[in-house]
């Protein structure tokens, strides 16, 4: 049967990845970003930055009971400001927290507030992050934020048991974030030789490669390690 899919950052990467995978399958995509680059019959697309925290407490979460499952991917992110904590704009931090935390966090909400009597079984994939785990320097707020969203997922896990929630780190991806981390200038992010070197052999995985993956783990939901895991230990 058809399921229903809510994605934010359709507009590329892993996100619009997905989305065209889902929907080559014949499911339908609700696409949740700024931009809108997907052309389907069963694609609806909501032009809207996460960083507008007011917007994104306006979204709706509509529930037809036609579908098998109601599945919630937040996906989009931000590296932030690569730099040093102590050489960070304010705003930038504000903007970080928004994009990475509070955005997906009221969309979770609402999600299963909105989808609760629908009587459909329902899912929530957050895409985390290496970084949740790991000390990074001049990666502060993006490492913190994966490791929020990674502790929000295990307490709705415990407060919700009968709803699949999953918070994934696809491993080092070839997106624009990581083109945007080759460019910073090293006095910045003291690592990023490291982040060329991984592009320039190869080491880099495709967006494609890691949506397949995704796609397989929702519909074969027994190969996933619980709660909190890596496409690598897979």
């Given at each position: 049967m058809i399921k229903k899919f809510f994605i934010t950052g359709t507009s590329s990467g892993i996100g619009l990845a997905l989305a065209q995978m889902l929907l080559d399958s014949g499911h339908v995509v609700v696409g949740i970003a700024r931009r809108n680059a997907i052309s389907h019959k069963n694609y609806h697309h909501n032009t809207l930055d996460l960083a507008d925290i007011e917007?994104?407490?306006?979204?709706?979460?509509?529930?037809?009971?036609d579908f098998e499952?109601?599945?919630?991917?937040?996906?989009?992110?931000?590296?932030?400001?690569?730099?040093?904590?102590?050489?960070?704009?304010?705003?930038?931090?504000?903007?970080?927290?928004?994009i990475n935390i509070t955005a997906p966090s009221i969309l979770m909400n609402r999600f299963l507030d909105q989808t609760e009597n629908s009587g459909i079984?329902?899912?929530?994939?957050n895409v985390s992050s290496g970084a949740a785990k790991s000390t990074i320097r001049s990666w502060a707020g993006y490492c913190a934020s994966k490791a929020a969203i990674d502790m929000?997922?295990?307490?709705i896990k415990e407060e919700h048991p009968d709803v699949n929630v999953y918070s994934i780190a696809p491993?080092?991806?070839?997106?624009?974030?990581?083109?945007?981390i080759r460019?910073?200038?090293?006095?910045?992010?003291?690592d990023v030789?490291?982040?060329?070197s991984m592009k320039a052999e190869g080491?880099?995985?495709?967006s494609e490669d890691v949506a397949r993956v995704f796609v397989d783990l929702l519909e074969n939901k027994e190969k996933t390690l619980g709660t909190v895991f890596s496409l690598r230990d897979l």
């Open positions: 917007e994104v407490e306006k979204f709706t979460f509509k529930v037809n009971h499952e109601l599945i919630l991917v937040n996906n989009a992110g931000w590296i932030g400001e690569v730099k040093p904590v102590g050489k960070l704009k304010d705003q930038n931090i504000a903007r970080l927290n928004n079984e329902r899912t929530i994939v929000f997922s295990r307490v491993g080092v991806v070839d997106t624009e974030m990581q083109r945007d460019e910073v200038d090293a006095k910045d992010f003291a030789d490291r982040f060329r080491e880099l995985k495709s």
